[in-house]
């Protein structure tokens, strides 16, 4: 009784400073909704966080209750009628500005976190290791400070804002090489290279002069268009190749040259984080005309030659390699058997030399399966099992075996495919393999064609001439989205959900590019790479699966550069989902149209065309003025 009677004004001063704290952390609640929660009619206008959102962000990167599952689970409610619109928030945390360069399946820390037993020498940790739904940095990734909207190309191609990618040891660790130089506020890209200091483009015409190319042009009258530049540094070789009507999948992993990629996508070059590590690449079979590396520092005879037979599966029947390496030209002995033992590997694969010069040789994959058939039994590598598919590609440990043409690639003496710009609208011979027929085809090309020109047309004067440069198409099918932005000075990554047809192979035919992904995780790429996102039904496909449509779109707007649009194309209950959600998000509605006139079949379907507004923290803003 006694003690009940002393515990007792401590009690009440417990609770009345419980009370008081939850009556501030109300009005600043109120507060965060009134910056945050309101529209503003600028797509320019610049929004502001506060570092009490931005601690909230933290708290959430090592949340260890189930708050974020919870968010999840209503969200996926939100959209189909239940009417719970008390739990759309008016803002999402912002990430702490240490991760404005997250890579949520490309984290470093979440190795390290997880105790991932990875094998190192095989290049696992380079490889996706995707968060657990617990883990998710289920935050907004604020920009870096100072950020600027992108310099618009061709003017990118030479130059970048340095504030947006503050990371210079590059230029200091490749001054030699002329890959990036600091000049004041920018940073400025000569063309240089690990071999080829004097330009991308003196090296380029010269790998068309040993090829004995016809005017000195690598696109060989269109009949090379698709490369992958294998280790490709800031992707100058890329780069110079756009000029070529040529266009590279410039291919990097995150490693100790960390922002390299980053570099790439910020200049509006197409590049891609990956590795040649255990898992197959992204890319189906017979996709590319030439593979290239440039003192990539790539180990080419491990495990057998697996990694070169992965070149090989992606090699189009008679595509070429172009090796630059001081094996293919040093005189010490460790190069020498290097060189020898090369050689023979790939003498084992049926490569011949095309051509030899200097510090570069290039090799050229055979057009049938002959040789094959005549090399001895037991001859390494062997050949793939013919029940392999070889456009399996996610998730898929790479084989060390030779990948052989199939009966039609045998039998043409090659893939069969127009040259370039003509087989962009020419039905590519593997529709075949999807029972699609030329008419299908051409169909989905004149449908797209019209469906593009309305895109524009809702978007009217909200999007200049030059605003876009990096597109992705996140459900990309046979790729006529991006063959009717053509006349457009764009590239496009078209990507094919991997739970679908696999058809990005006719993507690869037609003489474009992309990867396959599964768009229940993060993409492989950095924040604020895309200037356009089109999304057809994709959010409804994931919805499907179980995945949270929320999760996605936090995603999107880490894909997507400040300023920068999306389309969405999707069912009623989907568009009505996000519009829920872009106070939060920081977007903007610009249009909507109804999009049965595209199509009889879409009658259902809704386009909805939103923009990202370009906010900072508090933190990021001091550091501008």
Not at 210 to 231: A, I, K, P, Y
Request: proline share 6%; glycine share 8%; hydrophobic share 35%.
């Amino acid at each position: 009784m006694s003690r009940g009677r002393s515990d007792g004004p401590p009690k009440q001063r417990v609770v009345a400073y419980i009370c008081g704290v939850a009556i501030f952390l109300g009005f600043l609640y109120v507060y965060r909704g009134s910056i945050f929660g309101s529209q503003n009619g600028s797509s320019s206008a610049l929004e502001y966080g506060s570092k009490s959102l931005k601690r909230l962000g933290a708290s959430y990167l090592g949340a260890d209750d189930d708050s974020d599952n919870k968010q999840v689970d209503s969200s996926s409610r939100i959209g189909q009628g239940d009417g719970e619109d008390d739990i759309v928030p008016k803002s999402f945390p912002v990430c702490d500005d240490s991760h404005s360069e997250l890579i949520p399946c490309l984290d470093r820390h979440l190795i390290y976190q997880m105790r991932l037993k990875l094998d190192l020498s095989l290049m696992e940790h380079y490889e996706r290791h995707c968060p657990p739904p617990e883990r998710r940095f289920n935050c907004l990734i604020p920009p870096p400070a100072g950020y600027k909207v992108p310099i618009k190309w061709p003017q990118s191609r030479d130059e970048v804002w340095k504030v947006n990618i503050p990371h210079t040891h590059l230029a200091h660790e490749k001054s030699d090489q002329n890959w990036m130089i600091v000049k004041g506020e920018k940073i400025v890209f000569p063309g240089g290279g690990t071999h080829f200091h004097y330009g991308a483009d003196k090296y380029i015409a010269s790998i068309a002069n040993m090829l004995n190319f016809s005017q000195h042009n690598l696109n060989n009258e269109g009949r090379l268009r698709t490369v992958l530049d294998v280790g490709c540094g800031v992707a100058s070789f890329g780069a110079y190749l756009l000029s070529s009507d040529i266009i590279a999948m410039s291919l990097a992993p995150n490693d100790v040259h960390q922002n390299q990629i980053q570099f790439a996508l910020e200049r509006g070059i197409p590049a891609y984080l990956g590795v040649l590590g255990t898992k197959r690449l992204p890319y189906p079979s017979r996709s590319f005309e030439l593979a290239h590396c440039s003192r990539c520092r790539i180990d080419w005879l491990q495990r057998d030659g697996i990694l070169l037979l992965e070149l090989d599966r992606l090699l189009r029947p008679g595509g070429y390699f172009a090796y630059s390496s001081p094996e293919a030209y040093a005189q010490d002995e460790e190069d020498r058997r290097i060189w020898r033992e090369m050689s023979a590997l790939v003498g084992r694969m049926c490569w011949r030399i095309a051509a030899k010069k200097d510090q570069t040789v290039i090799w050229q994959k055979p057009l049938t399966n002959e040789c094959y058939m005549e090399r001895e039994p037991g001859t390494r590598p062997p050949l793939c099992q013919s029940d392999e598919d070889p456009d399996a590609v996610w998730g898929v440990n790479m084989e060390a075996c030779i990948t052989p043409y199939s009966d039609h690639d045998n039998r043409v003496k090659g893939s069969g495919l127009a040259p370039w710009p003509m087989r962009l609208t020419t039905p590519p011979p593997r529709l075949a393999d999807f029972g699609y027929s030329n008419e299908i085809f051409e169909k989905d090309t004149e449908l797209w064609q019209g469906r593009v020109e309305n895109y524009w047309n809702l978007v009217g004067p909200k999007m200049s001439p030059n605003a876009v440069r990096n597109v992705m198409d996140m459900k990309a099918n046979m790729g006529s989205f991006a063959a009717a932005l053509r006349g457009k000075d764009v590239w496009v990554m078209n990507v094919v959900p991997r739970d679908g047809p696999n058809t990005l192979k006719l993507v690869y035919d037609r003489g474009l590019i992309g990867s396959i992904h599964d768009w229940c995780e993060a993409y492989s790429t950095y924040p604020r790479t895309y200037d356009l996102l089109h999304a057809w039904s994709v959010i409804s496909d994931i919805e499907k699966r179980g995945c949270s449509p929320v999760d996605l779109l936090i995603e999107m707007d880490r894909l997507l550069r400040p300023t920068g649009f999306i389309f969405i194309r999707d069912k009623q209950h989907v568009i009505d989902l996000v519009k829920k959600y872009l106070t939060a998000l920081h977007w903007e509605a610009v249009a909507t149209a109804d999009a049965g006139s595209d199509s009889d079949q879409d009658a259902n379907e809704v386009v909805f065309v939103v923009q990202k507004k370009l906010w900072l923290t508090t933190e990021s803003f001091r550091n501008t003025e």
